[in-house]
Structure formats: C-alpha cells, structure tokens
C-alpha cells in the first residue's frame, strides 16, 4: 500500500514539473487555443522533468475539413 501512494506522489510532481515548465514557454498565454497548441501544453506536462534535459516536445494536428 504504501509504495503505491510514494508512485502516486511522484507522479503528481512529475506533472507539476511539466505544467511549470509549460508555463515558462509561455503556453499558456495564448487566448485561441487550437488542437495542435492544446496537444502540445499536454505532452510537455506529460514530459515532465525531460524538458529540463532536451526535450522540447511538440504536436502537430491536421484535422480533416468539412465538405461542401
């Protein structure tokens, strides 16, 4: 049981890392967020610690346009 809560811990400052590291690219700034800005924010949270050592992870959305 307890190594359980010491994973979940480490996970929760694992995010909080990436969400600091998200808000100094300036991420969140932006007031018209679209998928490509939205998926990014995400997997630099998700990358955590990593952007500190190189990781500049970054997401590119192609969404299919409606027909006419």
Known sequence: MRGTSIFGVLVVIWLIIGAI???????????????AEAGTILVTIVAGPLNY????????????????
């Open 21 to 35: 590291a998200a808000g100094q690219r300036g991420y969140y700034g932006n007031d018209e967020t679209n998928c």
């Open 53 to 68: 050592i190189g990781a500049n992870p970054k997401v590119d959305c192609k969404l299919p346009e409606p027909s006419k």
